[in-house]
């Protein structure tokens, strides 16, 4: 029964978080109705302009999508550095074979002309 | 990790690699279709001879038991990969003419196959997951490959969008339940859950770990009240990725159920069964009704695709429902591996029947195409009414016996499982409506006056002919018939052996 209460408390805390941020944002935010630069997000920054719903181009998300590939990548090869000493050989050759099918996505990425920017 | 468990694995290193064979031959060689079919067409050959070599080996468990390779995960390998094989076939005649590249979508195709793969032999929550992901991801892709087509990006958003969703509610169950018992092996799982009274009530974390889980299943499989992204996603996808995702993900899902379910969380099946029995029925009967009222071929299939999931729904029914030990438990199992196959077979037939048809671009999936079939192309036509009548479970079809099977162990089980037995033969009864409706269609209008020839290509009839030959042979052959029973038979003991014994 009390792992019931468990969970009712955690809904309850998560829900209760939703409306606390919010509130908390609401009250602490400086609403000054005169003065229009105290209400922009850089208050001391230069004028935005534009809008905020402004379309991307399609492009950057496959940069994004490749840039994630090889950040993922360097993750990996930082730990697998650590421990070059015990792996040696073996390590060398599965390091060969991860870097070898990501150069492979990216040499596709590249012949079908994905990093030619239009 | 050693050599032997290399070995054992060696069919889905196989598969990944000769994704990559094609990414490669397409980066030297581009735009030649007839070289990454010829080399998927082969390699999947190669493959499914490499499954069968592996699996005559014994059944042991690799990499520190997170993955097995016993019968049943060889008769789901095999299964997936002739799914792959007649989708890779019955393809080009439906891309070509639409200017749609052959490599990207066999390299896709493989790499989803390859997640099937994954999860057919998974013994652990995280590579169940990781094989989930894989398998799912690439669907994505291959629903809004047709990406000038609206209906294909609709189609293709909504299935990632609902497929995205069900994936994190699933995760988030697997998390509970590892919380639960300390362990991702199943193994361990399936130990931990022993131990617990079962005369009492579970504790809610568990029970909570439970619903997500089978929530998050029930969108896979597309069962009722989870299916809402089936019909657009079938419908708007190009037809042999249609065909593909009517069965390979499903198939997939119910493998992992086989894993999951019937293995992990067998010791506390009397908590799961009496929802699986309930989403059973309506799934059958609701996916039969609406099927009644669609003029879309792709659509009434995709209804009817979610009235199959509840039919092989009933086989895991009738293990769950049945006591321990008994012989139902296994006839239930033995019963969803049987219907699998002969599902994926007829299935894939019909709707390769339909990309044929749409082999000009610019015809639809409408009912209509069908008029007068019987008189433009009568193959076309008796073929699409054996896979009709199949459907529709019609002996001497292989969709006979796979209802036969199912519901024969629904009945064996008894108690309320027996009631889902007569819900199914009374579906099946409703469903011979709609499907012969389209025989109706074929065979007694007239063609449209606009109407062409329909032109076919030889990979198509060699595709067509695979999945003709096995919805009558499975029914008719009595050496067929039994082969498949006694592979189903051995895969499905290795679940029970192992849940007997702890």
Known sequence: MTGLWYILGFAFAGISFVFLTIGVSWLLSHRHKGDRHKGLPYESGIDTYGDTWGRFGLSFYIYALLFVAFDIEVIFIYLWALVFRDVLVGGLVSMAIFVGILLLGLGYAWRKGVLTWR | MTETDLVAISPLIFVIALAMLIIVADIIWPDRDDISTGLTVAGLLVGAGLTVLVAQSEAREIFAGAYVVDPLTSFLDVLFLAIALVTVLVAPDYLRPRGLPM?????????????????????????????????????????????????????????????????????????????????????????????????????????????????????????????????????????????????????????????????????????????????????????????????????????????????????????????????????GLEGLLFYSVAYAFMNLGAFAIVSALQHRRGVTSQIETFAGLGRRAPWAAILMTLFLLSLTGIPPTAGFFAKAYVVLAAVQAGGWVSVLAVIAVLNAAAAAFYYLRVVVFMFMRDPPETARPVLTGTMMRAGLAITAVMTIFIGLVPPVTSGVIEFARVAAEVLLVRTAGG
């Open chain 2, 103 to 331: 490599a990207e979508f066999t390299a896709t195709l493989l790499f989803a196959i390859s997640g099937a793969m994954l999860i057919s032999g998974s013994r652990d929550l995280l590579v169940l997951f990781l094989g989930l992901e894989l398998l799912v991801l690439p669907g994505y892709m291959l629903a809004g490959y047709a990406k000038r087509d609206g209906y294909s990006t609709e189609g293709a958003i909504k299935y990632f969008l609902l497929g995205s969703f069900s994936s994190a509610i699933f995760l988030f169950g697997l998390a509970l339940t590892w919380g639960f018992t300390g362990t991702t092996r199943i193994r361990e799982v399936a130990a931990s859950l022993a131990q617990l009274d079962t005369a009492s009530a579970l504790a809610p974390a568990l029970l909570m770990g439970l619903a997500l889980l089978t929530t998050g299943v029930a969108f896979k499989i597309a069962a009722v009240p989870f299916h809402y992204w089936t019909p657009d996603a079938y419908q708007g996808s190009p037809t042999p990725v249609t065909g593909y995702l009517s069965v390979g993900p499903k198939v997939a899902a119910f493998a992992l159920i086989l894993r999951l379910f019937v293995e992990a969380l067998a010791p506390i099946k009397a908590d799961w069964t009496p929802v699986v029995i309930v989403l059973a029925a309506i799934t059958m009967t609701l996916g039969n009704l609406v099927a009644l009222t669609q003029d879309n071929v792709k659509r009434m299939l995709a209804y009817s695709s979610i009235a199959h999931t509840g039919y092989i729904m009933v086989g895991l029914a009738a293990y769950a429902g049945a006591p321990v030990g008994s012989e139902a438990e296994r006839a």
